[in-house]
């Protein structure tokens, strides 16, 4: 078999783990609704999706938050208590160090949105050593959308078995499945570890 060319990372619950409970408190202290009804923003209306997708501008999404909620703090504060949610999974890192030791080309493949990757770029150093990143803003789509699966092939010039892909979310390892790559659901490192060993990358 082959080794795989290159190793495609998802960013949230492989490299980094995110809770958006940190930021429900800080967005409550300056806004008219409590906590639960903003979490019931976010998650029960298109609004988070919208923007991730890239139809919502960043001042589209704070501007309609705004509105629902009663915020009445300024887009910076906003973005600030809205994007840091993040904390390393040190294990998943060092693999990621690890393959690049070994000159393996790596990849972020992610559902997120500009505040976020802001954020993460400003606070975490292990994030600048990539080869390349595909957000599903910027393509306006997100996973499991065959459209930024296509994305990720054109950045990479690499398909099907070429590439070896990690995700927490069954139906995102699907929809790289379906389009040959070696997909790896991820639940915890030491399993991910060996699977990558499996495939001679490690």
């Known amino acids: 078999m082959t080794p795989p060319k290159i190793v495609v990372f998802d960013l949230g619950k492989v490299l980094l783990d995110f809770d958006y409970s940190l930021a429900l408190p800080r967005l409550a202290a300056r806004s008219t609704q409590p906590a639960a009804a903003i979490h019931d923003y976010f998650f029960q209306s298109p609004v988070l999706i919208d923007y991730e997708s890239g139809r919502l501008t960043r001042r589209e999404f704070y501007k309609l938050t705004s509105q629902a909620i009663g915020y009445r703090g300024t887009l910076e504060e906003f973005g600030g208590f809205f994007a840091d949610i993040f904390t390393e999974i ?33 606070s975490f150093p292990f994030f600048a050593n990539f080869d390349g990143y595909i957000y599903s803003y910027k393509v306006g789509a997100m996973k499991p959308d065959p459209a930024i699966y296509e994305a990720l092939e054109k950045l990479t010039g690499r398909r099907g078995a070429d590439l070896v892909y990690l995700d927490d979310r069954p139906e995102n390892v699907a929809g790289g499945a379906v389009r040959g790559w070696r997909a790896i659901l991820h639940k915890t490192p030491e399993k991910t570890r060996m699977a990558l060993k499996n495939y001679r990358v490690l």
């Open 90 to 122: 040190p294990p998943m890192i060092e693999l990621h160090a690890e393959l690049r030791r070994r000159g393996v080309p790596t990849y972020i493949f992610s559902n997120t949105n500009d505040l976020a990757i802001e954020h993460v770029r400003r």
